[in-house]
T-cell receptor, first 114, second 109 residues
Framework: NAGVTQTPKFQVLKTGQSMTLQCAQD?????MYWYRQDPGMGLRLIYYSASEGTTDKGEVPNGYNVSRLNKREFSLRLESAAPSQTSVYFCASSELVQGGNEQFFGPGTRLTVL | EDKVVQSPLSLVVHEGDTVTLNCSYE??????LLWYKQEKKAPTFLFML????IEKKSGRLSSILDKKELFSILNITATQTGDSAVYLCAVNSWGKLQFGAGTQVVVTP
């Protein structure tokens, strides 16, 4: 099992360009998440999908859109990239278990916006 | 406003020392508290705590939760250089994780 995979691993964009970050999981999890991680700030939730067909905003959704393509795939789109979106992006998935849920993380995408 | 605060932000110890990391929280609808280890890549899961006073152990790492005082500690005994990492605390509320800023631990030989 590959777990959670993300593409690309690295990306450099110019201000105003668009791109889509891809995420897929093979653990048959219902829930998927997108986070960004900036120095000294831990991980912040951008969007999440509790189950196939649903998406909800997290703590920092502005400037992003998501698509839950099917149970396996959850993509994050930047329509018009800004330097403030320079960050490391992590995708995660989980299955809800009693008392909470352990999330499994992908390897991350390091994005630089010039 | 929900918040998760970790302390200290960073520390440097010598191999063999014991490290205690703190995580305090204020969240609505608490379901669980999780600890992750991050070594320049994806966070990897360490523990999930749901009940007060029950210690979880894995080798030299252990953790405990106090739901009355709203905090958790992560202990690492007999530290090794391989323990150098950022340790993240996260609280599950409404099915979502809210992370603290992390504690960077550096273990010197």
């Amino acid at each position: 099992n590959a777990g959670v995979t993300q593409t690309p691993k690295f990306q450099v964009l110019k201000t105003g360009q668009s791109m889509t970050l891809q995420c897929a999981q093979d653990m048959n999890h219902n829930s998927m998440y997108w986070y960004r991680q900036d120095p000294g700030m831990g991980l912040r939730l951008i969007y999440y999908s509790a189950s196939e067909g649903t998406t909800d905003k997290g703590e920092v959704p502005n400037g992003y859109n998501v698509s839950r393509l099917n149970k396996r795939e959850f993509s994050l789109r930047l329509e018009s990239a800004a330097p403030s979106q320079t960050s490391v992006y992590f995708c995660a998935s989980s299955e809800l278990v009693q008392g909470g849920n352990e999330q499994f993380f992908g390897p991350g995408t390091r994005l630089t916006v010039l | 406003e929900d918040k998760v605060v970790q302390s200290p932000l960073s520390l440097v110890v010598h191999e063999g020392d014991t490290v205690t990391l703190n995580c305090s929280y204020e969240v609505t609808n608490f379901r669980s508290l999780l600890w992750y280890k991050q070594e320049k890549k994806a966070p990897t899961f360490l523990f999930m705590l749901t009940s007060s006073g029950i210690e979880k152990k894995s080798g030299r790492l252990s953790s405990i939760l106090d739901k009355k005082e709203l905090f958790s500690i992560l202990n690492i005994t007999a530290t090794q250089t391989g323990d150098s990492a950022v340790y993240l605390c996260a609280v599950n509320s409404w099915g979502k994780l809210q992370f603290g800023a992390g504690t960077q631990v550096v273990v010197t030989p």
